[in-house]
């Protein structure tokens, strides 16, 4: 009850002192603070409004600017963010809002990983994409996983590589599984081949000694004697798939056959005039032919042999070979001048497009990754546009794209390097030191790097 009455009193104190502030305050001061008031509203009420439309002032400019966002990605996620050289709250996956524009530089580390950083440059109500960082193990652990030296491999499939190894006085097949770093051999040869690749399927892998080419069955576990079925020397050779069967296209005696393996059947194709190679795409057929002093690519239905299409004219040379294609693309490479042409099938309008310096070709998505000993570079269909991905001194052993086409994995000197291949500053990283590699695969998920040296092969999970 006393603490009651104390309160009482110092309340009704407090309002007798209020109501006598105010009527002693006169006109023109409460006039003053209204105005002091609105003022204030005033000023800040704009600020506010564009601070919400995404505005911040730019003290070094001295005027208020629209921001931008920065989106990043990487692969590993959880990387911390680093913008300028200071840590943001967020990590990757992150979307960092309101940003002045200008040129930022960004930095991704993650423990036990290679940090990446790249100078990124924010645009005034615009997001700047960062999507396809990848980081790298730093210093992964080597192991040997087959204690042969590697003469011959096979381009590599989803799955699988075909190698060439030589033990016990034989040349021997095996397989290696790229998912589940296993190697297992397969046939035993009393010849070295020239060229190793497998079918689509992997069910069947074809190899070839000069003019002379044997397919060998890896289920049935066996070698199909093609002599009953060819006559003549092949000189070159494709795997095609048409109607879910698998098929291999060969140029025997100037002449396009088509072997059919489920049916065990052969059958001509073209044969009008001396073919030098040809390439199936769905259910179209191209291929070389000389004509007078010229090679012509032709188009033809797999069903209408007689129905023939000229596309392009080339030089006349019997070293050319096709090399694939990407979409309508076709590419032809002549081997002795190491010139790439590349052709498109649908527009005979626009120019051949020529590449020289090509040693060897490889497609991912809508690139083309095409290089020499000493440099690299990728060409995109769709933007119609190359770019040099590196130019080095030393010799480049090979190059071969990562799963995704914004990096390629290259073996150099004593290192395997990956470099990205986008737009402005490429980030390059050493993924293996003190390994003379000869040869590297990648398995489908990017996590497992195979290379060989002139003794072993090794594995190393880099991501």
């Keep these: 009850m006393i603490f009651k009455a104390f309160f009482d009193r110092i309340k009704l104190s407090w309002s007798l002192y209020l109501k006598q502030l105010k009527a002693n305050m006169s006109l023109k001061y409460r006039r003053v603070l209204y105005i002091i008031f609105f003022l204030i509203f005033f000023i800040t009420a704009p600020l506010v409004i564009l601070m919400a439309e995404g505005y911040r002032y730019n003290f070094k400019k001295r005027t208020m600017e629209k921001t931008g966002v920065l989106f990043l990605e990487s692969k590993p996620d959880k990387a911390k963010i680093f913008l300028n050289g200071k840590e943001q709250k967020d990590t990757t996956e992150a979307r960092i809002k309101n940003l002045l524009p200008g040129e930022y530089l960004v930095e991704l580390k993650k423990q036990d990983y290679n940090g990446w ?60 599984d790229l998912d589940k770093a296993e190697v297992r051999p397969i046939l035993e040869l009393n010849f070295k081949p020239d060229k ?36 003549g020397e092949i000189s070159a050779w494709h795997w095609s798939k048409q109607n879910n069967s698998e098929n291999l296209l060969m140029v025997a005696e100037q002449k396009i056959k088509r072997l059919d393996l ?20 769905k259910n179209q057929l191209f291929y070389l032919s000389r004509e ?12 209408d042999n007689n129905d023939t299409l000229n596309i392009k004219g080339l030089p006349l040379s019997s070293n050319y070979e096709i090399s694939g294609m990407i979409n309508e693309y076709i590419l032809i490479r002549e081997t002795k001048n190491k010139i790439l042409y590349l052709i498109n099938s649908a527009d005979l309008t626009e120019k051949i497009k020529v590449f020289p310096e090509v040693e060897y070709v490889a497609i991912n998505n809508q ?30 052993n090979q190059a071969r794209w990562y799963p995704v086409p914004t990096h390629v994995v290259f073996a150099t000197g004593e290192e395997i390097k990956v470099i990205e291949t986008l737009v402005g500053e490429k980030v ?25 040296d002139d003794n ?8």
């Design 117 to 176: 950083q790249k100078k990124l440059t924010v645009y005034p109500n615009q997001t700047t994409f960062a999507q396809y960082v990848r980081l790298f193990k730093e210093n992964p652990a080597v192991e040997k996983i087959w204690p042969h030296k590697i003469i011959l491999a096979s381009e590599p499939t989803e799955k699988s590589v075909a190698l060439l190894y030589f033990e016990e006085e034989k040349y021997q097949l095996a397989l290696l």
């Design 196 to 231: 190793i690749s497998i079918s689509p399927t992997e069910q069947y892998i074809a190899f070839n000694k000069k003019q002379r080419l044997f397919v060998f069955d890896t289920l049935a576990k066996k070698i199909i004697n093609l002599e009953d079925l060819i006559t």
């Design 262 to 281: 489920a049916l065990n059947k052969t059958s001509n194709l073209a044969t009008e005039n001396p073919v030098i190679d040809c390439w199936a795409d």
């Design 292 to 303: 007078k002093e010229e090679i012509i690519i032709k188009k033809s239905e797999f069903l």
């Design 367 to 396: 690139d083309i990754l095409m290089g020499n000993q000493w440099e690299f570079s990728v060409y995109n269909i769709k933007d119609k546009e190359e770019k040099i991905i590196t130019r080095l001194s030393q010799t480049i």
């Design 428 to 452: 390059q990283i050493n993924l293996i030191n003190n390994y003379p590699a000869k040869m590297i695969f990648i398995n489908q998920d990017g996590d497992r790097l195979y290379f060989s």
């Design 456 to 463: 072993n092969l090794y594995q190393a999970l880099i991501e």
